[in-house]
């Protein structure tokens, strides 16, 4: 499979825990893109990469949020000191070359639920 | 803050009917993309529509840009009970990475 993978696909951990998740883009793709969604509403964005540089982020994404992608490849997502907000999908996503035009391929998701 | 509003914000009909659903977004765009997301998946793409053309098929699927009414609608024909999904349009942002800005989607419901 060729696609964006993520995992782990569900997380139920306690509020003040932390949590890492990770994302494998399509392998050419040197732009990558984490979202977040909450039920019955569309994606938010949260932070975006160009290779391994770390070029926007979205005010959604508090200090407690931090996001690498050290070698341009993988990226992960940690959220420490979880807060039950928090529980939403966490949504990976990447895209090939620069400017617009090109499709972005989302992956399955990463659940989060802050109990 | 969302650029898309898609609407009606949910829809069923009969199956072997068509679906149109509609997406107004507020600033210029250079491409408007349509999503489908079965509950609790991932999004799949559908079609990407440029902001220089005016309609685009693809398979069941028939999608309308109209630059002037920052407007996009999608027709699915013939419906099937697998086309039960919410829909999403999307737009590129030309002062934001080109990140993609989301409507609340249009959850679509097909009847047996």
């Known amino acids: 499979d060729t696609g964006v993978s993520q995992n782990p696909r569900h997380k139920i951990t306690k509020r003040g825990q932390n949590v890492t998740f990770r994302c494998d883009p399509i392998s050419e793709h040197n732009r990558l893109y984490w979202y977040r969604q909450t039920l019955g509403q569309g994606p938010e964005f949260l932070t975006y990469?160009?290779?391994?540089?770390?070029?926007?982020k979205s005010r959604l994404l508090s200090d407690r949020f931090s996001a690498e992608r050290p070698k341009g490849s993988f990226s992960t997502l940690e959220i420490q000191r979880t807060e039950q907000g928090d529980s939403a999908m966490y949504l990976c996503?990447?895209?090939?070359?620069?400017?617009?035009?090109?499709?972005?391929?989302f992956g399955e998701g990463s659940w989060l639920t802050v109990v | 803050s969302q650029q898309g509003e898609e609407d009606p914000q949910a829809l069923s009909i009969q199956e072997g009917e068509n679906a149109t659903m509609n997406c107004s977004y507020k600033?210029?765009?250079?491409?408007l993309q349509w999503y489908r997301q079965n509950s609790g998946r991932g999004l799949v793409h559908l079609i990407l529509?440029?902001?220089n053309e005016r309609e685009k098929h693809s398979g069941r699927l028939r999608v309308t840009l109209d630059t002037s009414k920052k407007s996009s609608s999608l027709l699915i024909t013939a419906s099937r009970a697998a086309d039960t999904a919410s829909y999403f349009c999307a737009t590129d942002r030309e002062d934001s990475n080109y990140q993609l800005i989301w409507g609340a989607g249009t959850k679509l419901i097909i009847k047996p």
């Open positions: 600033t210029s765009i250079n491409n």
């Open positions: 529509i440029r902001s």
């Open positions: 990469f160009q290779n391994e540089a770390q070029l926007e």
């Open positions: 996503a990447s895209r090939v070359g620069s400017g617009s035009g090109n499709t972005i391929y």
